[in-house]
């Protein structure tokens, strides 16, 4: 007997976008890139600069279009080059060219230092005029208006500039130093009797097995260890380098400019940290039920995402439930899945060679996207397929929008792949039959909330103290341990045995320079997908209209606008906060109430 017969197709078809990186199509459009980096930097150049003239206003809205066509066409082959590494780390062949396109698509870099320091210089006024002269503009004129708010931090031309080209071998080469750290550590393990080394993308604490997660967890450590001082020479210039920036751009606090990014006031994440705050301690009963099913007296940082107990579930299995549940929220929300997988969008084949986790990403310019990630059978990959599809099915509905009103900030992204996970935890959960089914199933839901709520609060609790401290000097590895462990126990309710005391340096967010404070965003997106759920399931069918209309508007408004103009609620006030965390207390009072029973 053969192998059981799939249903769905578990690579992708790349072979749409381009046959192959030696075909004449890949060639082609490589050459349009390298002319059109020239072309556009020339252009820029001889732009004029802002003023009331009809003219003046079409020649901007020409070189807008230039500019949008030449973001469609990179996209393109960037995307087409990363995805095919995704599938094959160890080519070094493409690896070179992914090299060689970023140092083309660098070159680009004074084309948007240009636009920003012309909006600088233009007065209110002059500027209204501006766009109202043409349709074009007044068309995309929240992404104008976006730009003119960040010209007001930019530095004269010259330095910025400056900046850009130092960049590349300062924050940048900084974490491309730590990426090359990270990815040849190995972790050495005892599994059954003999010595096995593992890359740290393949350790991960959801084994059902304690003694395995334990032993992972301190393998890890130690291994860690060895490389900790070269991780905090680099978290110390990474950071270092963006506050001297913050200083000479005129932010007036770290902070400022992440939230600048992600289009949200201070008051809105203040009020959403002190609700969680406030709310936390409703996780109590939950560590100490989940200790006692674990059979221990305090959970420990490895066990807290542990499952109670292991489900499988196959591709096709997941993908039908998907297409199925997707489909009860909104019908084309469903045909989209469908849509996908019959194409090949998705890459999800349990095979060596592949990168480490997980994300989607979109070929605008085709209108397709592409998944990536490897299914393993179980429910946590059932989910992040369903958070993938999430953010896919966002990208789609902003297809038609201008290219520069598809662009939405972290925090709106993670709300609709965590809104699609919300849909089939919530059917998982309906559908449970056994209560040992029902309390797997919370456990999930509920682990997942620590990691938001919690995890990730500690992440930005040691951001902002490491970056308080950070602004008087360096910090050592073991002060920089010291605020991590110390940012643990805070944000855990010092309700755990063991904390990761080198989480600082095994957690690669730290360390991208492209993206700062790159954590409160998913609890935003994890509290405000809870939130629109909380209204599904008081408005049922209806809600799929309001809830594509909040994807439209992601591209195209800043978040407490979105969420009053849509949902007439005010972020910037606890009480919306709230309701969304009244759910998650639901989830653990079911939680105890079943357990309780055994
Ligand atoms: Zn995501």
Redesign the pocket.
């Known amino acids: 007997m053969g192998k059981k017969m799939e249903k769905y197709a578990r690579s992708w078809n790349l072979y749409n976008i381009f046959p192959d990186i030696k075909s004449v199509e890949f060639k082609k459009a490589f050459k349009y890139i390298e002319d059109e980096t020239i072309n556009l930097t020339n252009e820029c150049d001889k732009l004029p600069d802002i003023n009331e003239e009809k003219t003046v206003a079409l020649k901007w809205e020409n070189f807008f279009k230039k500019l949008e066509n030449f973001k469609l066409e990179s996209g393109l082959i960037a995307g087409y080059v990363n995805n095919k590494i995704s599938k094959d780390v160890e080519n070094e062949k493409l690896m070179i060219l992914m090299a060689n396109l970023s140092s083309i698509l660098i070159k680009a870099a004074p084309v948007e230092i240009k636009i920003l320091s012309k909006l600088k210089k233009c007065e209110k006024k002059t500027y209204n005029t501006f766009i109202n002269n043409s349709n074009y503009l007044k068309k995309i004129k929240f992404s104008i208006d976006e730009n003119k708010k960040h010209s007001n931090f930019l530095m004269d031309e010259k330095r910025e500039k400056l900046s850009a080209d130092l960049s590349i071998d300062g924050i940048h080469a900084w974490s491309r130093l730590y990426d090359k750290i990270s990815g040849k550590l190995k972790i050495e393990l005892m599994e059954k009797g003999s010595i096995v080394k593992k890359s740290v993308s393949q350790i991960r604490y959801d084994s059902n097995n304690r003694s395995i997660r334990q032993n992972e967890f301190f393998a890890s450590l130690k291994s860690w260890d060895t490389v900790k001082d070269i991780c905090a020479d680099a978290l110390n210039h990474i950071a270092g380098t963006r506050l001297t920036l913050y200083k000479e751009k005129g932010f007036k606090h770290f902070l400022d400019e992440t939230l600048l990014k992600n289009r949200l006031k201070r008051e809105s994440l203040n009020a959403m940290w002190s609700s969680v705050s406030e709310r936390k301690s409703m996780f109590i009963p939950f560590f100490k039920s989940k200790a006692k099913i674990m059979g221990v007296k305090k959970l420990s940082w490895y066990d807290i995402s542990a499952p109670i107990v292991s489900g499988k579930i196959d591709f096709d299995c997941a993908m039908d439930i998907i297409i199925k549940e997707y489909g009860n929220f909104n019908h084309d929300m469903g045909n989209f899945v469908k849509w996908c997988i019959d194409n090949k969008f998705i890459e999800s084949e349990n095979c060596s060679g592949k990168r480490a986790g997980a ?2 990403m979109q070929f605008a310019k085709k209108n397709q996207p592409r998944i990536f990630m490897t299914f393993t059978d179980n429910y946590a990959s059932m989910s992040i397929l369903a ?2 599809l ?2 896919a099915y966002h990208n789609y509905i902003l297809k038609d929008e201008p290219l520069s009103l598809r662009k939405y900030p972290m925090g709106l ?2 709300t609709a ?2 809104f699609g996970e919300a849909i089939i935890g919530n059917y998982l959960l309906k559908n449970a039959q056994t209560d040992n089914e029902k309390a797997a199933m919370l456990d999930k839901k509920i682990s997942d909330a620590v990691l938001m709520l919690m995890n990730i609060h500690s992440r930005f609790i040691f951001e902002c103290n490491f970056y308080e401290k950070r602004s008087y000097g360096e910090l050592t590895s073991d002060q920089l341990t010291e605020i991590m462990v110390s940012a643990q126990k805070e944000a855990y309710l010092e309700l755990l045995e063991d904390y990761d005391p080198l989480f600082w340096a095994s957690k690669l967010h730290f360390y991208m320079s492209n993206i700062s404070f790159y954590n409160f965003p998913y609890t935003f ?1 994890y509290l405000f997908s809870n939130a629109l759920l909380k209204i599904y399931k008081e408005q049922g069918k209806k809600f799929a209209k309001t809830y594509n209309k909040i994807l439209i508007d992601t591209g195209c408004m800043n978040t407490e606008e979105l969420l009053f103009n849509n949902l007439g609620t005010d972020i910037t006030k606890k009480e919306f906060w709230n309701k969304s965390l009244d759910l998650i207390e639901d989830d653990i009072n079911q939680f105890i109430k079943i357990t309780d029973k055994k």
């Open positions: 994300y989607c958070h993938e999430g953010h992204a993670e792949s965590t997106g």
